[in-house]
């Protein structure tokens, strides 16, 4: 039995472990017990997370005090919660998975190869086999790479569009203290929303540095990034500069972000990207078409638009507007247009009429300013934003409506 077996493996390890010596052995004999205990590692996951769902569905962890499977799951193992669940997840993922559960028994998979493959595959199961073949002849970031893009890949624009909105919707900041007293941070965001702060924490560190070679002061770039993160949120950055404003007041601007969106002509066309297609941002991973589509007014977005390996077009969005229509846009449109609401910060500039991707040019008459929450339904969920002569009016998606619609009035004059 299973359980037998364990016991006296535990047993026999530890008496070995209370008598082993380091400087007994030679370095050859090292090396031989370190691959031999990666090996015995990936069986003792393998193990752990067969079993792990089969524990969180009887009551011991309940009998012993415990709010959750998890949270009996990390003390018994020593792990985070974060760790836990993740076990029990993907220990019940692999009940859909047979070639995955099959490679686990054997002992080819590390904890981090199954993590990836167990969470491309539960989304795509067709994908469990070349994900395996990944796993034996890639590196880590290679998977990685390889799982991301069978992820990405739909049958339709709504599919990645629900898929972009999953995203979305299970974003967040946590943080946490290090036993050492540091203040730890960890967020989830989408793969856009990513590459905005990356090239805005980017353009901040890269100030912070050449600030401190002209003192000649060196620290770890990682270090820049840290204090560039800390700026950019709580106070004001070293990269600002002064904006003179219609009403001759000054403000100051942080860096801009600049992001970079490459994609498939033939995708950009049809709304969606198939298999073998790109859509992504160099670094971060690949997006949806409407993420192209939609007018990013807070970074300065390159939309470069490939046929094959030639270039065909290399479209600056947030250059798209000129300063007089954007002026006259943000006296227009001082709050976002959808119908109740009153929001007047962080507005992006919407394409209404015929999307920039189509159109190429902009117009204040196709042009709207909305808020980002309306802006990602539209985006993400089907809502319509329409002009019916002098007013606007916020549509539902088919299917029927989750929110409120209505309609409110402009000065068309």
């Known amino acids: 039995m299973l359980l037998t077996t364990l016991e006296s493996a535990r047993k026999a390890l530890a008496d070995e472990l209370a008598r082993a ?90 904890g981090q190869q199954l993590k990836i493959i167990a969470g491309a595959a539960a989304q795509n199961p067709r994908s469990e086999t070349e994900l395996l073949k990944a796993a034996a002849e890639q590196s880590l970031k290679g998977l990685k790479e390889e799982a991301a893009g069978l992820r990405a890949v739909v049958g339709s624009a709504e599919q990645e569009k629900a898929r972009y909105a999953a995203i979305h919707a299970s974003r967040y900041v946590r943080h946490w203290a290090d036993p050492d007293g540091a203040f730890r941070l960890d967020a989830k965001l989408t793969p856009v929303d990513g590459a905005k702060l990356l090239s805005a924490l980017k353009a901040e560190a890269d100030v912070r540095f050449h600030q401190a070679r002209k003192a000649e002061s060196h620290e770890n770039p990682s270090a820049y990034s840290a204090d560039a993160l800390v700026a950019l949120v709580t106070g004001e950055p070293a990269a600002v500069s002064k904006d003179r404003g219609r009403s001759g007041s000054t403000r100051a601007t942080g860096p801009r972000a600049t992001v970079v969106i490459r994609v498939d002509a033939t995708a950009l066309r049809r709304g969606y990207a198939k298999v073998g297609e790109m859509c992504s941002i160099p ?28 270039v065909m077009t290399v479209c600056h969005v947030g250059r798209s507007i000129s300063t007089h229509i954007q002026s006259a846009l943000e006296e227009r449109d001082p709050v976002c247009v959808v119908p109740k609401c009153d929001v007047a910060h962080g507005l992006e500039n919407h394409h209404w009429d ?38 606007w009016e916020w549509r539902e998606p088919p299917g029927g409506a989750k929110f409120e619609t209505g309609t409110v009035f402009r000065d068309t004059g």
């Open 354 to 391: 015929v999307d920039y991707a189509q159109c190429k040019t902009s117009s204040l008459a196709g042009l709207a300013r909305v808020c980002s929450w309306h802006h990602n339904l539209i985006t993400n969920e089907g809502w319509k934003l329409t002009d019916r002569g002098g007013s």
């Open 283 to 310: 670094g971060i991973g690949p997006v949806p078409v409407a993420a192209v589509r939609r007018q990013l007014s807070d970074a300065w977005i390159k939309i470069v638009v490939l046929e094959g390996k030639d």
């Open 21 to 110: 010596d380091p400087d007994r052995v030679t370095t050859s004999q090292a090396a031989e017990i370190v691959t031999m205990c990666g090996e015995v590692e990936r069986f003792v996951l393998a193990t752990k997370v067969l079993f792990s769902n089969r524990a969180a569905q009887g009551i011991t962890w309940r009998n012993e005090g415990h709010r959750s499977a998890a949270s009996w799951m990390a003390e018994r193992s020593g792990t985070g919660i974060g760790d836990a669940i993740n076990a029990i997840e993907t220990s019940e993922a692999l009940q859909s998975l047979p070639k995955t559960t099959e490679a686990l028994r054997r002992g080819e998979l590390s």
